[in-house]
């Protein structure tokens, strides 16, 4: 079954590390953004009743209820398997989780980033642990257990220490999912372009060095498995039972259509993206970028994201040099990224999304 993902890329605050296409913009081009979204849900032809919803951003927890509705309204079903809201820590309320019930959203993702507040606010974030703590119990009440919260390895200034605060925070909060993200260093980003040119602001010169960020990352393997949360994706680990069904679609060929600034979308065989900018997407409602898909490439650049792996059939001579170099491994018929390899992963993938050939 296919999803669906509503991309709402309008922040309260710009965060230093963000590379995602989203941002502060004025009250104008939101409320134009929303009539293209809901002109774009409404005139799709509708083949299939959506499996997973996922509202990510952005902070698409801003929304206004209504706005919510609407938007929720003009996607078939309302009994999903798995209806997703990221959510900025800060701003959640007992009325607005219960409105967030009342139209299908059963799961929840926080971006938190760090528990430790020093952390915090080098990167423009406004909450604080207490907080979070406080707005999962809400959500709890109202009856959402499926939380995931997110974290970064690499922010500013963070050490051992703060990293070990904040899973000791996330093993007291007893969350069933949790993402940990590696800091990423590129052009989209306020923090990753002062790192690439070796400067200083936005606390570039506290940034841990990659090996401290590979520490901290193992550290939170080992850490949330001994509190049963177990690694299925690179850098997402659950429960059993509490993977995300949605972002499982993108790693499993699934289909799923994208709708809203820099969405994508699948059918099996084609891959398409809407322009990037809210801006653009405001400004040529419909236009749309398609690109073939590569079956065997794909499978192997985002099957290997999981823990499971995949079927050892292809790139022979690649998956054995890989193997020798302790980066893969074997598993009866399946191949999966070693640990090492998981550190390394990027350059791993790098080899498989070259032309078969």
């Given at each position: 079954m296919a999803g669906v993902y509503i991309s709402y890329p309008f922040c309260a605050q710009k965060c230093t590390y963000c590379n995602f296409a989203s941002g502060v913009f004025p009250r104008e081009l939101e409320t134009r953004y929303l009539d293209v979204l809901l002109a774009e849900l409404r005139g799709t032809e509708w083949r299939w009743t959506p499996e997973t919803v996922y509202l990510g951003g952005g902070t698409p927890s801003q929304l206004a209820a209504g706005a919510l509705g609407s938007i929720l309204a003009a996607i078939p079903g309302r009994d999903w398997a798995e209806a997703t809201v990221e959510a900025a820590p800060g701003g959640l309320t007992s009325d607005k989780i219960a409105s967030w019930r009342e139209v299908g959203i059963n799961r929840v993702s926080l971006g938190v980033q760090s528990f430790v507040q020093t952390e915090l606010a080098r990167t423009g974030r406004r909450h604080t642990a207490e907080v979070v703590e406080r707005e999962i119990g809400l959500l709890r009440a109202a009856g959402i257990d499926s939380i995931s919260v997110d974290l970064i390895a690499g922010l500013p200034g963070q050490t051992e220490a703060s990293w070990t605060q904040s899973l000791d925070w996330v093993e007291r909060l007893g969350v069933p999912h949790v993402s940990v993200y590696m800091l990423e260093v590129d052009e989209d980003s306020r923090l990753g372009r002062e790192l690439l040119v070796l400067g200083s602001r936005y606390g570039a010169g506290d940034v841990p060095g990659e090996d401290a960020i590979a520490d901290f990352y193992e550290t939170a393997v080992e850490r949330l498995a001994r509190v049963g949360i177990e690694r299925y994706e690179i850098s997402n680990f659950a429960r059993a039972g509490f993977e995300s069904q949605h972002n499982l679609k993108y790693w499993k060929r699934e289909p799923y259509l994208g709708f809203g600034a820099d969405a994508h979308s699948f059918d099996g065989t084609m891959r398409w993206q809407n322009p990037e900018s809210a801006a653009d997407y405001v400004a040529a409602p419909g236009a749309i970028e398609r690109v073939a898909a590569e079956p065997l490439s794909?499978?192997?650049?985002?099957?290997?994201?999981?823990?499971?792996?995949?079927?050892?059939?292809?790139?022979?001579?690649?998956?054995?040099?890989?193997?020798?170099?302790?980066?893969?491994?074997?598993?009866?018929?399946?191949?999966?990224?070693?640990?090492?390899?998981v550190l390394l992963s990027n350059e791993v993938f790098a080899e498989f999304i070259q032309p078969v050939g």
């Open positions: 794909e499978s192997f650049f985002l099957g290997l994201r999981l823990r499971e792996g995949i079927s050892s059939g292809g790139f022979a001579d690649v998956v054995e040099r890989f193997v020798q170099d302790g980066l893969l491994e074997r598993a009866g018929e399946r191949v999966r990224l070693t640990s090492r390899g």
